[in-house]
């Protein structure tokens, strides 16, 4: 906070990055910037300036909604009661790798 004890940051931007085309954006961090214009830009300057990405998202980090430690019970139950939410249920075709 500033000496009036008011907030003088830009507001926060969650940076994703995708590495090529076709694979999954992964989150590379934060930058600020007053709107989503400057934080596309910020982003590319910091996460993408040697060729790491072909494409940004930037997210207002006040529009994420994330998961409380405390909805570790019912919230994330594996399920173990529905078997066919388990690989081993499925008949793999001949041929087809399994991980």
Do not use: C
């Not at 934080?39 to 072909?54: K, L, P, S």
């Not at 173990?80 to 690989?87: A, E, F, S, V």
Request: without cysteine.
């Amino acid at each position: 906070m500033g000496a009036s004890g008011m907030d003088t940051q830009w507001p926060l931007w969650e940076v994703f990055t995708q590495g090529a085309r076709g694979e999954p954006f992964e989150h590379a961090g934060s930058v600020h910037a007053a709107d989503a214009e400057q934080a596309m830009q910020n982003a590319r300057d910091v996460y993408a300036r040697r060729g790491e990405a072909v494409n940004l998202w930037v997210v207002p980090s006040h529009a994420i909604v994330a998961s409380a430690p405390s909805d570790a019970g019912p919230f994330f139950d594996p399920g173990n009661d529905k078997p066919y939410r388990h690989p081993q249920f499925y008949v793999a075709p001949r041929g087809v790798r399994i991980f």
